[in-house]
């Protein structure tokens, strides 16, 4: 993602998945209160209401996650689980 060519984020593609997927697996309502929710809701608030998509539909696997985080914020990810 990029805002102008003076500047680039730089997104730690793993750790997004993993803290997404951690998210679209807790069946408890405090979920809401992961601090990639907030990170999200700041930076790209469309993945949050994907999340909470994912939830709902019953994902059930990380590389599902995976390709959605690859897709949107850039990379290929390989799916560990």
Do not use: C, I
Not at 1 to 28: H, K
Request: charge should be negative; avoid cysteine.
């Amino acid at each position: 993602m990029s805002l102008n060519p003076f500047f680039r984020y730089d997104v730690d593609l793993e750790a997004l998945t993993d803290a997404m997927w951690a998210f679209v697996t807790d069946p408890r309502p405090t979920r809401n209160e992961r601090p990639v929710v907030k990170a999200l809701d700041d930076m790209h608030p469309d993945s949050v209401e994907v999340m909470e998509a994912m939830l709902l539909d019953g994902t059930e696997e990380r590389a599902d996650v995976a390709a959605y985080v690859g897709a949107v914020f850039g990379g290929q990810l390989t799916s560990n689980q």
